[in-house]
């Protein structure tokens, strides 16, 4: 139990086009879901808490207008990048969390590079 | 400032040999500690926890040791094997849904 999953797995854009990222908990219902990135070589950072059927939270020094963040039912939440440039280029990766638990189980992580 | 800080940054261990992470916190309302292992391209997976009401958990070769009183908390890997080589991190939270606060991370290499 607690898979969660994401879609692309891997994902090549221009500059200045949008992506977005599915995150997905298979087996389990999410209220709360988180999205990361992480530089090759270095710890997670969180980006931003996504609640269902509520805005996000984003982290101090995230753009909410560039990292677009949407918590439509619990068991998917989707992040979507907005006019991507190059140093956007990074490993995202989402954990979400059954109702109630302290556990955060992430997803695989999807590679984003902008060209 | 990092809240979680992790040590050492790499680490080589012999097959059959034990693996040692350290990590210290500094808030005291943090009341989860899990640890995660993270292969190359892959999402971290959850490999341990403990809440701070224990001093230890193990679950089969991985142990979690746990001093409240120190504000650290360490993993022991047993019987390391060359499939253990990974990127582990440490991470504490408070409350359920609590954001977790990641420590740096372990590059744990395991030579046959």
């Known amino acids: 139990g607690a898979v969660v999953s994401q879609h692309p797995s891997w994902v090549i854009c221009k500059s200045g086009t949008s992506v977005k990222i599915e995150c997905r908990s298979l087996?389990?219902?999410?209220?709360?879901m988180f999205w990361y990135r992480q530089f090759p070589k270095q710890s997670l950072m969180l980006m931003a808490t996504?609640?269902?059927?509520?805005?996000?939270?984003?982290e101090q020094g995230v753009e909410k207008d560039k990292f677009l963040i949407n918590h439509a039912s619990l068991t998917l939440s989707t992040l979507t990048v907005t006019s991507a440039h190059p140093e956007d280029s990074s490993f995202y990766i989402c954990s979400a969390v059954r109702d109630r638990a302290y556990e955060q189980y992430f997803g695989p992580g999807t590679r984003l590079t902008v060209t | 400032q990092q809240q979680v800080k992790q040590s050492p940054q790499s680490l080589i261990v012999q097959k059959g040999g034990i693996s040692i992470i350290n990590c210290a916190y500094e808030?005291?309302?943090?009341?989860?500690f899990p640890w995660y292992q993270q292969f190359p391209g892959k999402g971290p997976a959850l490999l341990i926890a403990i809440r701070p009401d224990v001093s230890e958990k193990k679950e089969g070769r991985f142990t979690i040791s746990f001093n409240k009183s120190a504000k650290q908390f360490s993993l022991h890997i047993m019987d390391s094997q060359p499939g253990d080589s990974a990127t582990y991190f440490c991470?504490?939270?408070?409350?359920?849904?609590?954001?977790?606060?990641f420590g740096a991370g372990t590059q744990v290499v395991v030579t046959p």
């Open positions: 991470a504490a939270s408070k409350g359920s849904w609590g954001k977790l606060q």
């Open positions: 087996d389990f219902q999410a209220t709360t």
């Open positions: 996504s609640n269902e059927g509520s805005k996000a939270t984003y």
């Open positions: 808030n005291t309302a943090f009341d989860y």
